[in-house]
């Protein structure tokens, strides 16, 4: 196939790991790409983040920004600048003097960049370190979430104008917005035997030796903390952006992801899916190829009802399966069922799946995982499918 892609806005929404790959691909094939990221992760550096600036997780925005402009072949000084972290040890008044080695433009990597340029990234590495508390940590801190923190800081909070900044710097050419700018939301997880999960990182990483239930629905909370479980749900509001950029869409993409942490929160935001269901444009599911612990007890055939179920819970009024969905990509696995990789069974398509033929969605079935990363996409033939799309 050729890889020229037609001119058309391809809107995704998805997790980061899963649709990585994915991406890269897309944009080598100069593909129109908006990725729409959740706002409710809870781990690692976007915890620490969180904690200290009151901020919605900015990780997950940084790292989908360097996947695209990776795909793009950006891969300037600015770039590598923005992939850097800092020493993963070391005493904290060693890591504070090399975070003041790039705020000082001593650093090779800042010191190397175009003066016009390196001005302004210092500029928001001043305005990060004018705010940095004094017992946060450092370590493995990423220099390209402390020029996103210290450009929201510099215009006013506005998490949009930042990443708008933080693109033109890069030269990426592709979007990534937040699904939502509120800066408090968090997620809980209701199993269908009455148990609850706390926190998206506890959810994504269910402990299966002591939780054997799988997960009923998932709501939004303002903590992360064991509280008593939220009724009614918190709502969330959807960022204005994400909203224009699905009514200016060409193709919608669902996945692949984690489903309750990565896609479902989508849907659950603000008037996103109504929007959705107003547009006559393929609606493009893909299907995870292996289970996760979050989807442990589902089907691909259980996901995709579960994921029309919760949109229509979410929506103004109930509308039929193909108003969110209009075709289905569906793995099919040439392993044996008790064959695994990574501890993960591969996931099934469901007994009935074909029905779905008669609720005007279309199936397509095929082996679509790579022929060298077991368990993953084969993110050519993906993006090649998306770019060409009838």
């Not at 790409?33 to 620490?48: E, Q």
């Not at 148990?195 to 992360?224: C, W």
Request: proline residues 4%.
């Amino acid at each position: 196939m050729s890889n020229r892609a037609k001119s058309r806005k391809l809107l995704v929404f998805s997790g980061g790991t899963g649709f990585r790959e994915i991406n890269m691909s897309l944009a080598r094939r100069g593909n129109d790409i908006t990725r729409i990221v959740p706002v409710c992760d809870n781990g690692g550096s976007s915890k620490v983040l969180r904690q200290h600036f009151n901020v919605i997780p900015i990780g997950d925005i940084r790292h989908a920004l360097m996947t695209q402009a990776h795909g793009e072949g950006r891969v300037g000084s600015v770039v590598k600048l923005f992939n850097w972290r800092l020493s993963g040890s070391g005493t904290d008044k060693l890591l504070k003097k090399e975070l003041n080695s790039f705020i000082t433009n001593q650093h090779p990597l800042i010191s190397n960049i175009e003066k016009s340029l390196g001005n302004v990234i210092v500029n928001y590495l001043n305005q990060f370190s004018a705010l940095l508390p004094p017992d946060m940590e450092l370590r493995n801190g990423s220099i390209g979430n402390f020029v996103l923190l210290g450009a929201y800081f510099a215009h006013n909070k506005d998490i949009n104008t930042a990443i708008y900044v933080f693109r033109q710097l890069c030269s990426i050419q592709g979007n990534v917005w937040p699904v939502s700018l509120d800066n408090d939301l968090h997620l809980q997880a209701a199993l269908d035997n009455g148990d609850t999960i706390f926190g998206q990182a506890n959810t994504t990483n269910i402990d299966r030796s002591k939780y054997a239930a799988k997960i009923d629905h998932i709501l939004f909370s303002h903590s992360d903390e064991k509280t008593e479980i939220i009724r009614p749900h918190v709502t969330a509001s959807a960022n204005p952006i994400v909203i224009e950029a699905i009514k200016t869409a060409d193709i919608i993409v669902y996945g692949p992801g984690s489903f309750f942490t990565s896609l479902l929160p989508h849907i659950m935001t603000g008037s996103i899916a109504q929007e959705i269901a107003k547009l006559n444009i393929p609606k493009i599911f893909i299907g995870n190829i292996l289970e996760d612990d979050e989807s442990y007890g589902y089907d691909l055939e259980q996901m995709v009802r579960h994921f029309v179920t919760t949109a229509n819970q979410y929506s103004s009024q109930v509308q039929p399966i193909n108003k969110y969905i209009s075709h289905l990509l569906v793995n099919k696995s040439h392993s044996l069922n008790e064959h695994t990789t990574n501890n993960h069974f591969y996931l099934k398509m469901g007994e009935n799946i074909n029905a779905f033929d008669q609720q005007g969605i279309e199936l397509v079935i095929d082996d679509m995982e790579s022929p060298w990363k077991r368990g993953q996409h084969d993110a050519d033939w993906i993006a090649d499918y998306l770019t060409h799309f009838p």
